[in-house]
């Protein structure tokens, strides 16, 4: 018995454009960025591990570390300033938002479109309609605007001054009851290992 194809098997012109506009997205993003740090351009992929390891290294730096290890791609393991993963991190950060916006707004633009000659035109990279521009704008000023904000407290130390203002108020109870359960967390480790 041969296969047989039903029309409903067959995926839509729209559904194959909202694959594309995910897939082209996700390969940019992945591809990653260039950026300008204290010692010269590197290159950074942003593929799921290396957003996380972006994020890791920038919470570091929110509570007061001066320096964290990473590498660029194809590059050695080297110690980065705080100043650079502050720099690292705002590229990153800018560089996702703007794909993902875009993208969604261009899976908007897909989904409302009746003509399939329309559909079947649209690419990744192509301009938006002037209401999606206009959305994109206002997310992206949005997003700026909130970065800016959060790195200019890291690179002022706001965060590190906050964390240490706030271990500066513990008491001795409380200072006794964190020794405790290290103790606890030690003691059960060393049982289950």
Known sequence: MGLVWRK????TLSEKQLSMANETCQQKIYAGIDVELSGGTEHFSLETHDQANIESMFTAVTLGAKEQQYHCDGGEVKTYSAADVVVLYA????????????CNLLKKWIKRETDNAVIG?????DNLPEDLTAQMKTILDAATAQLTSITTAV?????????SSLENQ???TQMALCDVYEQVIAATSATEG
């Open 8 to 11: 409903d098997d067959l995926l």
């Open 91 to 102: 590229a990153y950060k800018n560089y996702v938002t703007k794909h993902t916006t875009y």
């Open 121 to 125: 035109a649209i690419q990744y990279g």
């Open 155 to 163: 690179s002022d130390g706001a965060f590190a001054d906050k964390i």
């Open 170 to 172: 513990m008491t001795e």
